[in-house]
């Protein structure tokens, strides 16, 4: 404590914090650290720790960690794609990339059951039934609200006959569907979320369908991707390599 306290008294008050706080570190042991320093003024400087750090974190509304999975999520059911939402992402994040894998009971191998890539950094949720059944919305994400909602077109036809439903004019049906088709046009391309191979060889979303654990990785990436839509697992994580910023991951069981 002396030679903090001869060593301030030489140096300006800029260096004095650092200095001192260096040379406490290494003589005063780690149980009366805090004290000294208080004991010396240096209280107030802010020591940044891991604790101060937002975890990345990924959960969902569907299932609780290590809960079981939605039925209608299997496979051999709905086969719709569960609610993901994360928080933390670290600084920095300008991609995301989600690997969901089923390893059944009583083997060692691990089914692909859904690869989602090139995710935007602005995207913090993927919403319940996204992908499955035959579609998805994968390619929207990251879209405007008001985009990534199906245009609202009155049918005047409609109208005038109180709101019944079951008509809709050719005219204005196709109206709609051009509507739609300018609003997805107008997102670039290069801007767009893709899926990747599952083990089934499809490059959508595939439920597992047996006893097991499924787990849910998602990895917060420096950059985008420089792979098209279909790619496989395995070139998915060789394209992350370098890029990883960090990692969430969430898991649950189907009894």
């Keep these: 404590v002396a030679s903090v306290r001869r060593d301030a008294s030489s140096c300006p008050p800029a260096t004095v914090t650092a200095r001192s706080t260096a040379l406490a570190a290494r003589w005063i042991a780690p149980g009366t650290a805090m004290k000294t320093l208080r004991a010396l003024g240096l209280v107030a400087l802010a020591i ?12 969902s509304d569907n299932f609780k960690p290590g809960g079981n999975f939605p039925v209608e999520s299997r496979g051999d059911e709905d086969n719709v794609s569960p609610h993901l939402k994360w928080a933390g992402a670290p600084e920095g994040t300008q991609a995301f990339a989600l690997v969901m894998d089923h390893a059944p009971e009583g083997k060692d191998a691990r089914d692909t059951a859904w690869v989602v890539y090139d995710i935007p950094s602005s995207v913090t949720e993927l ?9 998805s919305d994968v390619p929207r994400l990251g879209m405007k609200d008001e985009a990534g909602q199906e245009p609202v077109v009155v049918d005047p036809m409609e109208s005038m006959m109180g709101g019944m439903g079951g008509y809709e004019d050719p005219e204005i049906a196709n109206m709609r569907s051009m509507i739609s088709g300018m609003v997805d046009s107008g997102f670039d391309p290069a801007h767009r979320a ?12 595939a439920g597992p369908e047996s006893k097991g654990r499924v787990s849910f990785k998602l990895y917060a990436l420096n950059g985008r991707l420089s792979l098209p839509p279909g790619a496989s697992k395995q070139e998915v994580v060789a394209a992350m390599k370098g890029k990883v910023l960090g990692k969430a991951t969430l898991e649950a069981t189907i009894p």
């Excluded at 893709?194 to 979303?205: D, I, M, R």
Aim: net charge positive.
């Design 194 to 205: 893709k899926e990747g191979k599952t083990s089934s060889g499809a490059a959508s979303y």
């Design 48 to 59: 940044p720790t891991l604790a101060d750090k937002p975890k990345f974190s990924l959960t």
């Design 127 to 135: 919403r319940e039934e996204l992908a499955g059944s035959g579609a």
